[in-house]
């Protein structure tokens, strides 16, 4: 079993920065792409971006390209580190972990409990 545990959330105004964590423990297998999904209230969960395995291969969202960036460690932590915030941005961001790459919240079957990001002045 995998665990996922996000950190980093909370109460920005527009135009700050956050970043969000995101610690695998557990029996985590490798190798393993990351993502990270949002889900505002009133609204679908949507995908925000995508980390492959090695690092390499990154993907996003239209809606946040060229402010998020996405990245991980060797130590199964990754990261979203989210600039230019907008209160369009406010959501419970997850990230959740699987052995195939996806923009599909369908084919991740490891998810965190999610951390809130308010965007608001």
């Known amino acids: 079993q995998v665990q996922l545990v996000e950190s980093g959330g909370g109460l920005v105004q527009p135009g700050g920065s956050l970043r969000l964590s995101c610690a695998a423990s557990?029996?985590?297998?490798?190798?393993?792409?990351m993502a990270w999904f949002r889900q505002a209230p009133g609204k679908e969960r949507e995908f925000v971006a995508i980390?492959?395995?090695?690092?390499?291969?990154r993907y996003y969202a239209d809606s946040i390209k060229g402010r998020f960036t996405i990245s991980k460690d060797n130590a199964n932590t990754g990261y979203l580190q989210m600039n230019d915030l907008k209160p369009e941005d406010t959501a419970i961001y997850y990230c959740?972990?699987?052995?195939?790459?996806?923009?599909?919240?369908?084919?991740?079957?490891?998810w965190g409990q999610g951390t809130q990001v308010t965007v608001s002045s």
């Open positions: 980390i492959g395995a090695s690092g390499g291969y």
């Open positions: 557990g029996s985590i297998f490798t190798p393993y792409s």
């Open positions: 959740a972990a699987s052995d195939r790459v996806s923009s599909s919240g369908r084919d991740y079957p490891y």
